[in-house]
T-cell receptor
């Protein structure tokens, strides 16, 4: 069975500062990894995904994540955040059939001016 | 991109009553949809897989007689919470897979409050 851990429930950061949102997963099989963002009163939007290939994945809005198999991590990074990045971010793992998604508990990113 | 809608966005019902939540894929067809439940400060938990033309598949621990799922068409799945209790109060989210299957499109969620 898979599980996802997001250690930070909230991350405050000043505008234009770099940020890293941590995600660790556990799985006995190969997995596919995702980061979703949820803005207030909206659905989840895909930021990026890792299926195979290069371990550094670039997504929308300047975000990127690196898949580290030995550390079972998939941390999300952005070198310079904007106020508009304030949202909740979810890391997710899916099984090989992409049918079941297992989500972390989410990290609220609060970008301050 | 593809859009999934949910209705209503918020609903308050009395204990013992039933409430129906709709999930629609607006510009694509979905033979499969998924229903999740999210408790405050917790993960989205997959409740069931809704299959068009056949019975839903429920995750372990989810009461199928309490959470009735009907996938009436290729663009509509409904979740009915029967005989609701306060502990059923939660945020319910649906999703539908992309045509490639490598992505899920999520609805905006429905906040259910049972008084």
């Amino acid at each position: 069975a898979q599980s996802v851990t997001q250690l930070d429930s909230q991350v405050p950061v000043f505008e234009e500062a770099p940020v890293e949102l941590r995600c660790n997963y556990s799985s006995s099989v190969s997995v596919y990894l995702f980061w979703y963002v949820q803005y207030p009163n909206q659905g989840l939007q895909l930021l990026l995904k890792y299926l195979s290939g290069s371990t550094l994945v670039k997504g929308i809005n300047g975000f990127e994540a690196e898949f580290n198999k030995s550390q079972t991590s998939f941390h999300l990074r952005k070198p310079s955040v904007h106020i508009s990045d304030t949202a909740e971010y979810f890391c997710a793992v899916s099984d090989a059939n992409f049918n079941k998604f297992y989500f972390g508990s989410g990290t609220k990113l609060n970008v301050k001016p | 991109g593809a859009v999934v809608s949910q209705h209503p966005s918020r609903v308050i019902c009395k204990s013992g009553t039933s409430v129906k939540i709709e999930c629609r894929s607006l510009d694509f067809q979905a033979t499969t949809m998924f229903w999740y439940r999210q408790f405050p400060k917790q993960s989205l938990m997959l409740m069931a897989t809704s299959n068009e033309g056949s019975k839903a598949t429920y995750e372990q621990g989810v009461e199928k007689d309490k959470f009735l799922i009907n996938h009436a068409s290729l663009t509509l799945s409904t979740l009915t919470v029967t005989s609701a209790h306060p502990e059923d109060s939660s945020f319910y989210i649906c999703s539908a897979p992309s045509s490639s299957g490598h992505e899920q499109y999520f609805g905006p969620g429905t906040r259910l409050t049972v008084t």
